[in-house]
């Protein structure tokens, strides 16, 4: 996110300077690694739990193209940054990799069905395709059809122009970019502390030297707080009155690899079920094709747990930390109002490998364990706060929280990521720099010629756009 954001502002506003610190020894070793998240490009085109279904039983697609206007809008960025040599060839961080739906019991391939029909005619999901027929499946994905049972109703659907995306591998290119044009990066450089000066109008940052922790103080006119799952903490130690009433709940993740290459070469795809009843949005399970360093593997997953942790590599305090008088009956009556997602997270917790791998093989019939390791994915943390009516809730989605006068923003939450991160950051520079957006409009259109207006109103330039991103980063259209 914020490799994101340094890159967009380098572009801008070519004479600010930029620091960026990171508390560890390199960038994207928390959620954007490449094996800490599924690095799904989230277009909403097979992932199920975009498109609920109403209780009169239409679907409402509203969420899916959301989510894939948004998409596009990263695509866009990347394809000018790719066009300028600014990004290095597409494949080092994208990759063409089909998404599937696949689905098996009746009620499941009705809604499948229904969910093809609402979508197939819409100008962001052409070329969706669907099928009852196992045959077919298998010439999509084998392993889902090797060793199924022959009357068990199915289905899927398919499009070729899904992608896999290596964001640990594109926010290294961005930053390497950012550090090529005059920014400064500080690894093992922990910020500890911000405060802002009303004389000055500076924040002070304290920050620390984690070899040797020796303190450092810095000044910026304008602080991303891009930390993550410790943005909350960072946050409300800035004091700006806009985090009070925030809280966070962290959920851990595992996922099933396997890089046999004989395993590997079975499967390209990535295919996404039905999330069980009482999960989370984001547990939707799903069998994906990764490319990571030009090498294929295969991940499953993932299975949600509890950890107290707000980073893969946090402490096991940091729940408690993140408790302020002004959250606790909002972190309370969220818990109270989710009972369904803690019990569906101790009984992934409780469940034995044994139980796990049977999710696998209710996607791969004949997967085997011999094959498959486990990994431990990064930290999602979910947004606790009220609703417009006063109501505690967790929010399965991102939050930019900014201070009133501008000078600070922080990202809070987690789903859908990485993919819109690119949107994401153009909310920032809106909320952050009122007086400047619209000077930048010029600017902001090359860089996305989309920016400002949706593709799903206008079929053609929607074509145009997606058929020129997928020619300039190389995939499918
Ligand atoms: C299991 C899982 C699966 C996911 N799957 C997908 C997917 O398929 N597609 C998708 O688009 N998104 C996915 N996501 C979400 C995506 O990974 C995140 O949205 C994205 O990586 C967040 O980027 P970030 O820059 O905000 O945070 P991070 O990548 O976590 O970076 C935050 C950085 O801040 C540093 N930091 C923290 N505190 C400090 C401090 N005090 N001082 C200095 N540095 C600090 C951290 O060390 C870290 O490097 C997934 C996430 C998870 C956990």
Known sequence: MSATLGTLLSELEPTWKIAIFERLGDVARESSDPWNNAGTGHAALCELNYTPERPDGTIDITNAVKVNEQFQVSRQFWSFLVSQGLLPEPSRFI????????VWGADNVTYLKKRYEALKDHPLFAGLEYSEDASVIRSWAPM?????RKD?????????AGTDVDFGSLTHRLIDGLVARGATLKLNHRVTALRHSKKSELWRLK???????????????????????????????????????YGGFPISGEFLRTDDPAVVARHAAKVYGKAAVGSPPMSVPHLDTRMVGGQASLLFGPYAGFSPKFLKSGSWWDIFASIRPHNLITIIGAGLTNLSLVVYLVKELLATSSAKFRALQAFAPRAERKDWYQITAGQRVQIMKRDDKGKPIIQFGTEVVAGA????????????GASTAVPIMLDVLAKCFPDRIDGWRPQLEEMIPSYGATLSSNTSTARSTIGRTAKVLQISA
Do not use: C, W
């Open 144 to 148: 889902l059809i090797a060793g199924r």
């Open 207 to 245: 920050v620390r030297h984690e070899v040797g922790s020796t303190p450092v103080d810095y000044s910026a006119r304008f602080v991303f707080v891009g930390a993550g799952g410790y943005a909350l903490n960072l946050l409300q130690k800035s004091g700006i009155r806009e985090i009070r009433g």
């Open 405 to 416: 006068n501008g000078s600070i923003a922080g990202l809070l939450g987690a789903s859908p």
């Open 152 to 160: 068990q109703p199915i289905a899927a659907t398919r499009i070729p």
């Open 95 to 102: 990759n063409p990799v089909p998404h599937m739906s696949f």
